[in-house]
């Protein structure tokens, strides 16, 4: 079992459709992130949240809509994509001190189609 | 977890032999790099990092190297195994300060044969 749990791990949803995706981490940590992993580009970080407050946003379009309740638990809110949206979407955690690490720790994906 | 489509470079390299995994950065203010593998079906998972006062790091039967001239790194995986194949990324901290904010590069296969 892996310390960051993504849920659901394939979901398929039409445009107009308002979906989310739940993501856990058990590792005690106080940073949390939304990767997008799509065919034609690398790794885009979208969002960080540090101590529950959203530190980063990169630019993402606002169909996309994270929220953090607690340390332990983030979501990315879906809401009228469109089909380019389709991709993997990562959630990570790491633990934020006065040395960054680098050592995000993935969950396995959850993996979106937009029809 | 798996980069499908992507047009991946493809390193194939025979079992017992060893890898080397290049990367190219553009940002010379990059203070932090590292390298992550990512299996098929997982997520990229940390493997070895190095910060830009060094040139080197060893950890186990991996080595990164940084050339800050060029802007260059490699890792370097000694005896190569079948759990080595995977999807290999080099990531960037352009600034530390910021926070753990990385950058990614598109990635490398490597393929193990037996």
């Known amino acids: 079992e892996t310390g960051v749990t993504q849920t659901p791990r394939h979901l398929v949803m039409g445009m107009t459709n308002k979906k989310s995706l739940k993501c856990e981490q058990h590792l005690g940590h106080n940073a949390m992130y939304w990767y997008k992993q799509s065919a034609k580009k690398p790794l885009e970080l979208m969002f960080v949240?540090?101590?529950?407050?959203?530190?980063e946003n990169n630019s993402v379009p606002s169909r996309f809509s994270p929220e953090c309740p607690n340390s332990s638990h983030l979501f990315l809110h879906l809401h009228t994509l469109q089909p380019e949206d389709s991709a993997l979407y990562l959630c990570a955690s790491s633990q934020e001190g006065r040395e960054v690490t680098g050592e995000l720790f993935f969950g396995e994906g959850s993996r979106l189609t937009v029809l | 977890g798996e980069s499908v489509g992507l047009h991946l470079p493809t390193l194939s390299v025979q079992e017992g032999d060893n890898s080397i995994i290049n990367c190219a950065y553009s940002?010379?203010?990059?203070?932090?790099f590292i390298w992550y593998k990512q299996e098929s079906g997982k997520g990229p998972q940390f493997i070895i990092d190095i910060r830009s006062n060094m040139d080197k790091r060893q950890g186990q039967r991996v080595t990164v190297l940084l050339n800050k001239t060029v802007k260059h790194l490699s890792l370097q995986i000694a005896a190569t195994q079948p759990g080595d194949s995977a999807v290999y990324f080099c990531a960037e901290n352009i600034d530390e300060a910021a926070g753990n904010k990385l950058t990614f590069g598109g990635g490398t296969r490597v393929l193990v044969k037996p």
């Open positions: 940002n010379s203010a990059s203070d932090y």
């Open positions: 949240y540090n101590f529950k407050e959203q530190t």
